[in-house]
T-cell receptor, first 113, second 113 residues
Framework: SQTIHQWPATLVQPVGSPLSLECTVEGTSNPNLYWYRQAAGRGLQLLFYSVGIGQISSEVPQNLSASRPQDRQFILSSKKLLLSDSGFYLC????????????FGNGTRLTVT | AQSVTQLGSHVSVSEGALVLLRCNYSSSVPPYLFWYVQYPNQGLQLLLKYTSAATLVKGINGFEAEFKKSETSFHLTKPSAHMSDAAEYFCAVSDLGNYQLIWGAGTKLIIKP
């Protein structure tokens, strides 16, 4: 069966520090991969998605970036965090068909201080 | 562009009462529709999905939803609420053009003892 791992679960970082969140998927190949953010009272915001290695689509201009160095690995990064980057970050995967549901990791709670 | 509207950011019901969470979508073609549940500090979990088969879809934890094309609705119901149903519920529709889901703003379900 497929599983998705996302870490760390919680993170407290100072403003201006770098960020690296990692997500890996097991039990499937060539998944679509997604990074979402939930900020307080703002619902689910799609940040990036990827349909293959090295293929990243950005949905929201910001100081975050994503990379997909391997088929089942998706990394969210920032060179310098802002206070507004605080939130709950969720990684998800789906099969490459339009009716395929998303499967989410357990999320990372990021607090920028 | 497609959109999803969830009526009521918070819904409160008594334990044992009927749960009804509303979702309306805008789409010019029959969509694929999903309901997800999110417990505090966790990722989202798929409850059920509609993919143009039966209009009444049964999901996990006793939930079901009915697709009504004439009303462009996909409301989520459960006959008898349980304390463990307290969570946030999200409705989503598949954007047929690019593998993305269009999300509703979410409804927090509160169960009164």
């Amino acid at each position: 069966s497929q599983t998705i791992h996302q870490w760390p679960a919680t993170l407290v970082q100072p403003v201006g520090s770098p960020l690296s969140l990692e997500c890996t998927v097991e039990g499937t190949s060539n998944p679509n991969l997604y990074w979402y953010r939930q900020a307080a009272g703002r619902g689910l915001q799609l940040l990036f998605y990827s349909v293959g290695i090295g293929q990243i689509s950005s949905e929201v201009p910001q100081n975050l970036s994503a990379s997909r160095p391997q088929d089942r690995q998706f990394i969210l990064s920032s060179k310098k965090l802002l206070l507004s980057d605080s939130g709950f970050y969720l990684c998800a995967w789906s099969e490459g068909v339009v009716y395929s549901p998303l499967h989410f990791g357990n999320g990372t709670r990021l607090t920028v201080t | 562009a497609q959109s999803v509207t969830q009526l009521g950011s918070h819904v409160s019901v008594s334990e044992g009462a009927l749960v009804l969470l509303r979702c309306n979508y805008s789409s010019s073609v029959p969509p694929y529709l999903f309901w997800y549940v999110q417990y505090p500090n966790q990722g989202l979990q798929l409850l059920l999905k509609y993919t143009s088969a039966a209009t009444l879809v049964k999901g996990i934890n006793g939930f079901e939803a009915e697709f009504k094309k004439s009303e462009t609705s996909f409301h989520l119901t459960k006959p008898s609420a349980h304390m463990s149903d307290a969570a946030e519920y999200f409705c989503a529709v598949s954007d047929l053009g690019n593998y993305q889901l269009i999300w509703g703003a979410g409804t927090k379900l509160i169960i009164k003892p």
